[in-house]
């Protein structure tokens, strides 16, 4: 079984082949490492191209971004299912993937999307944006309870991501999902916890809706 593993590892290294390139089209420093794996192949050798390929993923997608091209994603999308294919357990590349899945506007994908942010959460408790992400996508598609209890475990885990704008969103997942009451009583714990004036703003519309 381990051999048959590391075959098809070694397959997902050597066969990779973009939406927009021949399979020996690489940028200088994936190609030095997919013949350096080729070789001789390794786990270390599959962990650093995943590294590699995560790296290229991840510029891609910020370019794309900040040109506004988010329709031409299909080549940093690959790199990013190759990047976790290459290194299964690693938090950050599981966080882009998904982050990526969320794009495509189809149910399946946003599923995918989910599964990403799960299992990034899953290697590594304490990513935060991952768990931020899946909150956005919970709320965007009505699972309210899951996204406010995704926002307060971020909250519990880093102090300094209790904000305007996230309180803002926890406050509208609330009045969403008709629970006021549980909406007002979280707010006035996290009002006793944290003493951030722009709570009490959101107390008081949850009293006024009571």
């Known amino acids: 079984m381990l051999k048959f593993g590391l ?9 990779f082949i973009s939406p927009c390139f021949a399979v020996d089209d690489y940028f200088p420093d994936e190609k030095i490492l997919v013949d350096k794996c080729a070789q001789n192949f390794s786990s270390s050798c599959a962990k650093k191209l995943a590294k590699v390929r995560f790296n290229h993923a991840r510029e891609l997608f910020i370019y794309l971004q900040k040109t506004n091209n988010m329709d031409s994603f299909e080549l940093p999308l690959a790199y990013a ?14 966080s882009l993937l998904g982050e990526f899945y969320t794009l495509i ?9 989910e599964g990403a942010f799960l299992k990034a959460i899953k290697f590594d408790k304490s ?3 991952a768990r931020l992400l899946l909150a956005d996508l919970m709320f965007n598609e009505g699972r309210f309870s899951v996204s406010t209890q995704l926002i307060l475990d971020a909250f519990d ?12 969103i ?30 009490e703003a959101f107390i008081a519309v949850f009293e006024e809706a009571i």
Not at 7 to 15: E, H, K, M, Y
Not at 157 to 168: A, I, P, S, Y
Not at 173 to 194: F, I, P, S, T, W
């Open 105 to 113: 506007p189809h149910t399946e994908f946003q599923v995918m999307a």
């Open 127 to 129: 990513n935060n944006a």
């Open 81 to 94: 299912e190759s990047a976790v294919e290459l290194d299964t357990k690693n938090s950050l590349y599981w």
């Open 170 to 199: 926890l406050s509208l997942a609330y009045l969403l999902d008709n629970n006021v009451k549980n909406g007002l009583e979280v707010l006035r714990q996290l009002d006793k916890q944290y003493d951030q004036p722009f709570i």
């Open 157 to 168: 885990r880093d102090k300094k991501l209790l904000t305007h704008e996230l309180v803002e």
């Open 7 to 15: 075959f098809c590892l070694f397959l997902s290294i050597t066969v």
